[in-house]
């Protein structure tokens, strides 16, 4: 079974940061990569698909990079709205737990 | 717009069953594959299952093989999960979700709905 695991758990950054957050599969899953944010008491939302493509309607200010096992999503200045919690999930199949366990993410 | 909207959830016994439905509009319900995701209170995601654009392809976590069945009306455009054996492990929000690609046996969920929230009461 693929695992996923994240990286941080959480934190804690101020408006205008860069702030990265890793993903790390067990097994290479190539591109097989999305990542999702949650705002809390909402449905989880689609940022990046295929580890880099931004999701239409998503701000340009989210980034997706990597394959194989490891993988980064990037906010490259971080804005009031974006706090909540950010999932990776793996698209290579459906075995194991698909998603990662989650970064919250708390705005300064 | 694509809509999703789910209905069925309940509060309901310990070996119940409950059907959970899902009204999707604002795209060609039968281009895509659709998706069961669910939500323990204060926990991570947890995909559920699978079903294809024609429904011929279906999936299913582990964790709810054998208990429960997803199921699609394309006239209808609405998607389904029969849930049987309930416990108290089953007690979560359930999304619907529509997926990126016709057939996959990875998911990619590009809409959600609101969620429904199912409670398994012992």
């Known amino acids: 079974d693929i695992q996923m695991t994240q990286s941080p758990t959480s934190l804690s950054a101020s408006v205008g940061d860069r702030v990265t957050i890793t993903c790390r599969a067990s097994?290479?899953?190539?591109?097989?990569l999305n990542w999702y944010q949650q705002i809390p008491g909402k449905a989880p939302k689609l940022l990046i698909y295929?580890?880099?493509s931004l999701q239409s309607g998503v701000p340009s200010r989210f980034s997706g990079s990597g394959s194989g096992t490891d993988f980064t999503l990037t906010i490259s200045s971080l804005q009031p709205e974006d706090f909540g919690t950010y999932y990776c999930q793996q698209s290579s199949n459906t075995v194991g737990s698909i998603f990662g366990q989650g970064t919250r993410l708390e705005i300064k | 717009e694509v809509q999703l909207v789910e209905s069925g959830g309940d509060l309901v016994q310990r070996g119940g069953s409950l059907r959970l439905s899902c009204a999707a509009s604002?795209?060609?319900?039968?281009?895509?594959?659709m998706n069961w995701v669910r939500q323990h209170p204060g926990k991570g995601l947890e995909w559920v299952s699978a079903i294809s654009g024609t429904g011929d392809s279906i999936y299913y976590a582990d964790s709810v093989k054998g208990r429960f069945t997803i199921s699609r009306d394309n006239s209808k455009s609405t998607l389904y999960l029969q849930m049987s054996s309930l416990t108290a492990e089953d007690t979560a929000t359930y999304y619907c979700?529509?997926?990126?690609?016709?057939?996959?046996?990875?998911?990619?969920?590009?809409?959600w709905g609101q969620g429904a929230l199912v409670t398994v009461s012992s």
């Open positions: 295929a580890a880099s």
């Open positions: 604002g795209f060609t319900f039968d281009l895509y594959a």
């Open positions: 097994q290479s899953i190539d591109s097989y």
């Open positions: 979700a529509k997926d990126l690609y016709f057939d996959t046996s990875g998911p990619s969920f590009e809409y």
